[in-house]
């Protein structure tokens, strides 16, 4: 009987995959896969990032180089042109002339001089450099009691136990903000706050001088905030108790069936990311998206706790399980893309650096700190066009604030002479011709051209690397 019924029935219609397409949008839940749309003004940031990393690589390659009196001494050290090339080939993994290369292109952050000794091409960074990695610096050290208060809450955002590896929090250092010196001037200097074990291991130690918004998450705070500024009694209140901040990137589309399922969402209740929830029962799929909306939640926090609002997708890994994220954590934040954006800009697509939203606005932090602003000083100053430097004093001279090598200053005629030759006294004589002689022998007539050639005449001289036009 059951044969004859299933003959009467009609073939099945397959459908195509454009109708397949079609039907799985008209779902009213998030789908677990979503195109990854650009957002030029956030990873316009990671361009110039990629500039910072490189100055501050090439930095510690200068203080790993420079002899152990020049630092005792303190000041600008400065390391041999051809000697920083190589260290930079062998272990920042650079072309041959890569390193070179940056340090012309950025005439305010580095410094090209004539040693008066070692009669060798020397780089150090410059006064304005130097300015700004102090204030960078001072601003973190001021900064230290609010980084206690961050690494307290960072440190309840791993329940139950409320402990980290010391390796994972040296590698968010920067982005939280941290001293180098963090595990010393933070940690062991506030033993009735934090406990390092001898595995280590960063515990939480209870303290009746916590505040009463520890374990408040960034999140509740700018919700009740809103919700104080645009409260209109009867209206809102349901949709507003659970919900994220949510901005799409520029476009991306949203339909009809996934504003629904966004508003589901939003009004789903969730534990707080400082909540104990390893005892729940997460047997049914309800209790599932709860705990997936908590992730979030967790993920929000920690993004929160940065300087920047922003870290890397690996130094984000690191605290999965403490955070109770998905394996796939990529994909898991792309399902998110309201709240969270990746970045693949800085590093040919190797690196992917997280931005939390709702804390940018037009590629610009809506609540700068001291940090931040600090930093933004370095960043203006790799940014700076290098045909407006000066550069003749720059590569002549020792430059103002410069003096711990002293004496033996040498003007741009004499440098001209020894790296250009005839074409230098050429191109003199030229510019004589057209401007008059003004009687300065500082060299006022070398350019950024002349600048290029010299530097790789010296490093071609030095090293027999590269060709001597390699810099054009």
Request: aromatic share 8%.
């Amino acid at each position: 009987m059951l044969r004859r019924i299933a003959a009467l029935r009609p073939p099945p219609q397959w459908r195509s995959t454009s109708a397949a397409a079609g039907y799985a949008s008209k779902s009213t839940t998030l789908p677990e896969k979503q195109q990854r749309v650009r957002d030029h003004s956030l990873d316009g940031i990671m361009d110039v990032q990629k500039r910072v990393r490189r100055f501050l690589a090439l930095h510690s390659l200068i203080l790993y180089a420079a002899s152990p009196t020049a630092l005792a001494g303190g000041g600008g050290v400065s390391v041999p042109f051809s000697r920083l090339g190589a260290l930079a080939r062998r272990q920042l993994r650079l072309a041959p002339l890569d390193a070179g290369r940056f340090l012309l292109r950025h005439p305010h952050a580095f410094h090209l001089f004539l040693h008066p000794v070692h009669r060798l091409l020397h780089a150090r960074i410059t006064p304005r450099a130097a300015a700004a990695l102090r204030l960078e610096a001072d601003a973190v050290a001021n900064s230290i009691p609010s980084s206690v208060l961050r690494l307290r809450k960072l440190l309840l955002l791993a329940p139950p136990r409320h402990r980290l590896r010391l390796e994972h929090i040296r590698l968010l250092r920067r982005d939280l903000g941290f001293p180098d010196d963090f595990a010393e001037s933070i940690i062991q200097s506030n033993p009735d706050l934090f406990r390092l074990t001898p595995d280590e291991f960063v515990e939480f130690v209870p303290s009746p001088s916590d505040p009463p918004g520890l374990t408040v998450a960034a999140v509740e705070r700018a919700r009740e905030q809103h919700y104080r500024e645009h409260r209109n009694p009867g209206d809102g209140e349901e949709d507003a108790r659970f919900a994220f901040p949510t901005r799409f990137p520029p476009g991306f589309k949203i339909g009809k069936y996934f504003r629904i399922a966004v508003w589901k969402w939003q009004r789903l209740p969730y534990a707080s990311p400082y909540a104990d929830v390893t005892g729940h029962d997460l047997r049914s799929l309800e209790a599932r998206r709860r705990m997936e909306k908590r992730a979030v939640a967790a993920v929000h926090e920690l993004l929160s706790l940065t300087v920047e609002k922003r870290t890397t997708l690996e130094r984000l890994a690191l605290f999965r399980d403490a955070l109770g994220v998905p394996k796939k954590i990529k994909e898991f934040l792309l399902k998110y893309q309201g709240i969270f954006y990746i970045s693949t800009k800085g590093n040919q697509g190797k690196l992917h650096t997280v931005f939390l939203r709702e804390a940018y606005y037009k590629g610009e932090l809506v609540e700068p700190n001291e940090i931040y602003v600090a930093r933004r000083k370095l960043e203006e100053l790799l940014m700076l066009n290098p045909e407006k430097a000066n550069l003749d004093r720059m590569f002549t001279s020792m430059g103002r604030g410069w003096d711990e090598l002293g004496g033996g200053r040498r003007g741009g005629a004499e440098l001209r002479e020894e790296f250009l030759g005839d074409a230098g006294r050429q191109k003199t004589s030229k510019a004589d011709d057209d401007y008059g002689d003004s009687g300065d022998d500082s060299g006022a007539h070398l350019t950024h051209a002349d600048l290029h050639h010299a530097a790789a005449a010296a490093l071609w001289a030095l090293t027999g690397h590269g060709r001597k036009d390699d810099f054009r």
